[in-house]
């Protein structure tokens, strides 16, 4: 079989490549291309487009940049027919994949969906597009499968492809190895800045972060880097600041650090699920900000407390984040019963997520549906 995926971020990357190795367990002999990344390459698909030249966020941004979205849009609709997949699999990014999910549709290509864009926050209009366009839904949060059944769409839920990859890195993380002599950092503790993967996050939520720096001699900061992102980009932020950066190990940096600062987004839910605590923030343009808040209507915006339904991490957004931040990291760092009422909150999430192995049922799903006919 042939299967051509779409995924326009570094955690879409990340499970779409996990979801590739599965179905090639079910599948030896089936063939891949995508519009992806790196990880979904190393996993044997050839690559047409990287993440790294789609990866936008906010109206107004892409707004800006619509010529080279038109362009990229063309370009995979072609590349689509001309692979001619028995499936095509959407991971996440509505914003790109509904459109194709529908030229898809309309040119007799079956067209499942992994990991559910978050219509239910914002644009659950959309939901119609899903119900025309495409065979299956295979969601990732639990309370997606009601969200879609009350939309008339049949949602499939096998647990939440972040625990997969946390119980993978558990399994063979040596705590013996010395994370630190290898990333030249000294012995004070950690605070981990994750401050997202596209550069319109970095340039709005790094600086926020950078600006606590100074109140914490006694730590260290260090800013896990963006796979896509040039060492040359965080230069110019952290440059003077005696902070640290590390690539290609986040999870490391995090079972290191005392503390996280974590942008809003699946980096959220994988710091939880490492038992670290942390503040979630994000902030996007005021004309992005203004906007969305007429459509945008959820309680909250991290996925640790969406999962939960409650405030199991503080959520900061907009404006005032670096005194926010500080307010909160104090408490992360030095209020011990407050990081143990996190931590406890952590292992409900655990719980809530279900088994590891999702990456497997969801694959040998898509393989039966495959293999059966319309």
């Not at 940049?65 to 995979?76: E, L, T």
Request: charged share 25%; aromatic share 12%.
């Amino acid at each position: 079989m042939r299967y051509y995926l779409i995924a326009g971020e570094a955690s879409g990357d990340m499970h779409a490549a996990n979801l590739i190795k599965a179905i090639r367990r079910e599948d030896p002999g089936a063939e891949f291309r995508c519009f992806g990344g790196d990880r979904m390459k190393e996993a044997g698909a050839s690559l047409a487009i990287h993440y790294r030249d789609m990866a936008l966020m906010g109206g107004i941004e892409v707004l800006k940049k619509y010529p080279v979205i038109r362009k990229n849009r063309d370009q995979c609709r072609h590349d689509i027919l001309d692979f001619n997949p028995d499936a095509l699999i959407l991971v996440d990014y509505s914003g790109f994949n509904l459109p194709m999910a529908r030229y898809a549709a309309k040119h007799n290509l079956r067209v499942i969906y992994y990991i559910s864009p978050k219509l239910w926050a914002w644009a659950k209009w959309r939901v119609k597009s899903v119900r025309l366009y495409t065979e299956k839904m295979f969601v990732i949060l639990p309370f997606e499968v009601e969200f879609y059944r009350n939309h008339q769409v049949q949602a499939e839920y096998y647990g939440n492809p972040v625990l997969d990859s946390i119980v993978y890195f558990e399994d063979r993380y040596d705590a013996g190895q010395d994370f630190r002599k290898k990333n030249k950092l000294n012995e004070k503790p950690i605070v981990a800045l994750l401050s997202g993967s596209r550069k319109q996050e970095i340039e709005l939520l790094l600086p926020e972060m950078l600006a606590v720096v100074k109140h914490y001699p006694g730590h260290q900061f260090v800013v896990a880097g963006a796979p896509s992102i040039t060492p040359d980009y965080y230069s110019k932020y952290i440059d003077g600041t005696g902070v640290g950066i590390v690539y290609d190990q986040t999870y490391q940096l995090l079972k290191n650090a005392r503390a996280a600062i974590v942008t809003s987004g699946t980096a959220t839910l994988e710091t939880a699920l490492l038992n670290i605590p942390e503040v979630v923030v994000y902030k996007t343009s005021p004309v992005t900000f203004f906007v969305g808040n007429f459509f945008v209507k959820i309680k909250f915006f991290s996925l640790v407390n969406l999962i939960l339904d409650k405030e199991a991490v503080k959520e900061l957004l907009q404006d005032d984040l670096a005194g926010d931040i500080k307010s909160e990291l104090d408490k992360l760092l030095f209020d011990e019963e407050y990081r143990a009422v996190m931590l406890q909150n952590y292992k409900l999430l655990r719980e809530k997520l279900g088994e590891p192995g999702v990456a497997d049922r969801v694959a040998g799903r898509i393989h039966a549906i495959v293999n059966t006919e319309k």
